[in-house]
């Protein structure tokens, strides 16, 4: 008998928690009656602003034009006694600093007065902004250490809102974060500089089509999927807690194989968590359409509508930090992580972009008969030469250590980005090549074959899930984003290189005008030479298959496999110019970016090592050796008995060759570890994933072998088994 040594019970899991929080039920949710009754919203401003004030703010909101201290001064008593109202004794100006993260530093509304007493107060300047200390935030060499001085800068056209927390709550005010030389240390500014440059172009075309619109933006929709597990075995994982996957664990018998959790019933005790998530994300104003179980144990996903990319940003940072807060009050760990379990699905972040006009017209919405569109021709044809010419950036803004481990497999796309448009738009293109667009294919009609079912409305193409960025219905789905990523860099790739793109041809189609050409035959004549160029970066087959990444070479399409491949391309001298001409960031932002990511992939690596390091040589080794002195004493005391023990024998051999196989791969980590040091940080990373990272997986594959032989009750780690289905 082996002595039982496992220091948790896995039944704790399954019985431990309560559909009620604190024992108390849950009150019913009416959506209509609390969306958005946590948010400063436009509607409660232009009740309490003088009218004069409420145009001014609505001239800066809706159509960028600057804004003056009355109206700041008029908005911030409003906001005041609207939070205040709320119970909110704080207030924070909230960022987005370069560490994917979000930031806050909280100031009361309370100031002593000469009587000895305390008023509130709240002023335009505090609105305005900021000085929160900035000498430990990511910076990529903008500034130095002892340069502590940053700015934040309210952002007036993203909502105001209160978190609330069982003590109390305060005011978040969404700002800019920038260094005392006015360069952008966050996510956001880049994305209103992107958002206007997007604006500027698209506001020119539609001029050309004769439309008019006060202003253009990009419209983003975000899935997010996530796992869960329970806390019990959340804090027993050293890897969960430190690098937000399992560094170790063998596969279980069971995982995604018979594909019967995506879409299955969703779990009590997840579903009263999603509840309870959804209604503060509803308060915040967040507006949530979409939850299912996702393709593996324990993956879910939750979707939100599209908003204005900027509002949009700032929620799917709400959103993360909602589902991971909310998640422990059932006991539950949100891991966001694009891979925590090897073999199983991975974990993405499918942004869903596109462009509409302050009037609600989508600039992608083909309609009916897309072939008759030319002005959404022109503007697709602007998206599919802006992906085809910075391939680079588009793999750059998903690239981090995380979605390496994800992308290539298990529904992730591939890392060569392509687009897929589908056989109607395909062949509506082929058409505008060869001279004349005259038709477009129709769905029509799909039979089930069956009189009591219905005939549905047939799409006139299908989906491709392989496809990194595809074209679905009246939007692109770039497919590629992780689910642990800031969605704000991809947004300002979108922007920019859409906007870049635009402007060429605005640029083309005014000089062919200009030749005396109708509109038409101009039209006509930017639009073949634009597709002509771009037409190798489409592609609706299988992004998994070897097939394409060897005719993806034949195109002359990038294939950056890793972050380390991609991330020097930034600093490329197209992608400096291209960032400089629409104002989106300077060489200076840019190279501070390209150091701070490679940094940020360099430590995530490293401490990922030393936790396998530490794992391995603290839990799993004296675990397999304490079972190892079992056997030995059990072989010992059966050849005294002069029993056959060959069995035994050879489990020990087994037990004693896996430790042989971890004790030289520790040595080969530990040799790669001590060789990393280098001054450039991109030479640093490179080294670590050629050399570190081939140790790790050597580490893991002894580890995972020693999982199947050692005793499970010996064994120091919750396993996939149990994190996967215990609930």
């Not at 992580?337 to 993405?348: A, C, T, Y």
Request: glycine letters at 6%; charged letters at 25%; hydrophobic letters at 35%.
């Amino acid at each position: 008998m082996t002595k039982a040594l496992r220091r948790y019970d896995t039944l704790a899991a399954a019985r431990n928690w309560s559909p009620k929080k604190n024992g108390e039920p849950m009150e019913s949710m009416n959506v209509t009656e609390i969306f958005g009754e946590n948010t400063f919203q436009q509607e409660d401003l232009k009740e309490q602003l003088p009218k004069s004030i409420w145009k001014d703010l609505e001239k800066t909101v809706e159509e960028g034009e600057q804004l003056n201290s009355d109206v700041a001064d008029a908005v911030a008593v409003a906001m005041k006694d609207w939070a205040m109202d709320k119970g909110a004794t704080h207030f924070t100006h909230w960022f987005q600093p370069l560490t994917g993260l979000t930031a806050e530093k909280h100031d009361s509304f309370i100031t002593p007065n000469q009587g000895g007493g305390a008023i509130s107060e709240f002023s335009g300047n505090d609105l305005i902004q900021g000085e929160p200390d900035a000498s430990s935030f990511p910076n990529g060499g903008l500034r130095q250490t002892f340069e502590a001085r940053g700015y934040t800068a309210w952002d007036p056209t993203s909502p105001a809102f209160i978190m609330e927390n069982e003590n109390g709550s305060y005011l978040c005010i969404p700002t800019a974060f920038a260094s005392w030389t006015g360069e952008a240390l966050d996510h956001k500014t880049p994305i209103l500089r992107s958002n206007e440059a997007l604006n500027k172009q698209a506001k020119r075309a539609l001029e050309l089509f004769d439309v008019d619109a006060k202003r253009v933006a990009a419209t983003v929709g975000t899935e997010q999927e996530y796992f869960l597990i329970d806390q019990e075995f959340y804090y027993r994982r050293p890897d969960l807690m430190t690098s937000g996957r399992t560094l170790v664990g063998a596969k279980p018998p069971r995982g995604q194989e018979l594909d019967d959790h995506y879409f299955g019933s969703i779990p009590d005790r997840v579903l009263s968590f999603m509840l309870e998530a959804e209604k503060e994300l509803y308060k915040l104003g967040i507006p949530v359409k979409t939850r299912h179980n996702e393709v593996a144990p324990s993956q879910y996903e939750i979707a939100p509508l599209f908003e204005t990319c900027n509002i949009a940003a700032d929620h799917q940072q709400l959103m993360m930090i909602t589902l991971k807060r909310i998640a422990r009050d059932y006991g539950l760990e949100c891991m966001l992580h694009e891979k925590p379990f090897d073999g199983l699905n991975g974990s993405g972040k499918h942004l869903n972009w596109s462009m509409a006009t302050n009037s609600g017209m989508n600039l992608l919405e083909p309609g009916d008969n897309p072939h008759d569109n030319m002005q959404f021709l022109f503007f697709f044809s602007a998206v599919l030469k802006a992906v085809y010419e910075n391939q680079d950036l588009l793999r750059i803004s998903i690239a981090h250590a995380g979605n390496d481990h994800r992308l290539g497999g298990n529904e992730a796309p591939p890392a060569i980005i392509s687009a897929y448009i589908g056989e109607q738009l395909e062949d509506v293109l082929t058409q505008v090549l060869n001279g004349n667009a005259k038709e477009s294919k129709q769905g029509g009609l799909l039979g089930l074959g069956s009189p009591v079912l219905p005939s549905l409305p047939k799409h006139a193409g299908d989906r491709n899930r392989t496809s990194p960025f595809a074209f679905t219905g009246n939007k692109f789905e770039f497919r590629a984003v992780g689910s642990s990523q800031s969605i704000s860099f991809p947004i300002v790739v979108l922007n920019t290189i859409v906007a870049d793109a635009i402007d060429d041809l605005c640029t083309n189609l005014e000089e062919e005008v200009d030749r005396a050409k109708s509109f038409e035959d101009a039209l006509a004549t930017v639009m073949q030479d634009a597709l002509g160029e771009c037409k190798d970066i489409i592609f609706n087959g299988d992004g998994y298959s070897d097939e394409w990444e060897k005719e993806a070479e034949e195109r002359g399409l990038l294939n950056l496999k890793t972050t380390i491949d991609a991330l020097p391309k930034f600093t490329d001298e197209k992608n400096i110019s291209l960032f400089e001409k629409h104002g989106v960031l300077n060489e200076r932002e840019i190279h501070s970016r390209q150091e701070i990511w490679a940094e940020q992939y360099l430590t995530t690596l490293n401490i990922e090592a030393d936790t396998t390091e530490s794992m391995a040589k603290t839990m799993i080794y004296p675990a397999a050796v304490r079972y190892m002195n079992e056997l030995a004493e059990n072989v010992e005391r059966i050849q005294e008995l002069g029993i056959e023990g060959e069995g035994s024998k050879n489990m020990l051999k087994k037990v004693n060759k896996g430790l042989n196989d971890l004790n030289i791969a520790l040595e080969e980590l530990r040799e790669a570890v001590l060789d990393s040091d280098s001054e450039n940080v991109i030479d640093s990373a490179t080294h670590v994933k050629e050399n570190v990272k081939p140790a790790m997986t050597k580490i893991r594959d002894s580890v995972d072998f020693l999982e199947r032989h050692v005793a499970d009750d010996y064994w120091p780690l919750p396993i996939y088994r149990e994190m996967l289905f215990v609930k």
